[in-house]
């Protein structure tokens, strides 16, 4: 269903995997499984392949899946302000860091992102054409 740059609206993507809950980290299927990645660029995901996991127990955990996961997942970014993802492709989880301060110096002008804030980082081997 999803085309390579092509924007859809948050809610058609949850539609299509069947899904009611969930907003960044989507998960479908019995048993559940990652299927996508909504993620907002400058917010919980830096160019070029770091998804920024938060903190709190429930996305601490998720996160922690996340990490361990060696299918490709399908990956929509969108800018601060915009209310559609656009679909970058597959990406695979290749590593994974718990140290917040291994994005530090790639944040300090995001002042959206506060390093002490991250639970994980999820660096991800994008497409060729993302």
Do not use: W
């Not at 290749?94 to 804030?117: D, L």
């Amino acid at each position: 269903m999803f085309e390579i740059n092509k924007k859809y609206k948050h809610r058609e993507i949850k539609e299509y995997f069947g899904i009611e809950k969930g907003s960044a980290i989507l998960e479908a299927g019995k048993p559940k499984k990652f299927v996508a990645l909504c993620l907002t660029r400058g917010y919980d995901f830096i160019s070029p392949n770091m998804a920024l996991i938060k903190n709190g127990p429930l996305i601490r955990k998720i996160g922690r899946a996340l990490a361990g996961v060696k299918y490709p997942v399908k990956l929509f970014l969108k800018n601060d302000g915009e209310f559609e993802y656009q679909y970058v492709g597959e990406v695979k989880i290749i590593e994974s860091k718990t140290a917040p301060r291994k994005v530090k110096t790639r944040t300090e002008n995001k002042t959206s992102i506060r390093p002490k804030e991250l639970s994980r980082i999820i660096y991800l081997n994008m497409p060729k054409n993302g």
